[in-house]
């Protein structure tokens, strides 16, 4: 499966932005789904996950209650809903494509990513 991500821009403190992540290929419904990012100077790091469904969902305790992941079936993509963004959620976020279950681990497939910046 390829991934393109997007939706990436600047934003201040405090507002909101969404990515999308749109699949390639006809079994996107197979697998689980996760965003990750990675800020300048340190390591990639998860932010959430979610089941092929839909119905369940993991964060990052940094991303917990601000940031909502929710993915549509029919149309390929999964989105990750960013609110009350801090300057420290300011990185290059992935999106990424894992057979099974949802999980902090273990992503098969890579998109692009796309930069997010949060000013101050």
């Known amino acids: 499966v390829q991934l393109q991500a997007s939706g990436g821009g600047l934003v201040q403190a405090g507002g909101s932005l969404r990515l999308s992540c749109a699949a390639s290929?006809?079994?996107?419904?197979?697998?689980?789904m996760g965003w990750f990012r990675q800020a300048p100077g340190k390591e990639r790091e998860f932010v959430g996950s979610?089941?092929?469904?839909?119905?369940?969902?993991l964060y990052a305790d940094s991303v917990k209650g601000r940031f909502t992941i929710s993915r549509d079936n029919a149309k390929n993509t999964v989105y990750l809903q960013m609110n009350s963004l801090k300057p420290e959620d300011t990185a290059v976020y992935y999106c990424?494509?894992?057979?099974?279950?949802?999980?902090?681990?273990?992503?098969?497939?890579w998109g692009q990513g796309t930069l997010v910046t949060v000013s101050s």
């Open positions: 990424a494509a894992r057979s099974g279950t949802y999980s902090r681990y273990d992503y098969d497939y």
């Open positions: 290929g006809r079994t996107f419904s197979s697998y689980a």
């Open positions: 979610i089941s092929t469904t839909g119905s369940s969902t």
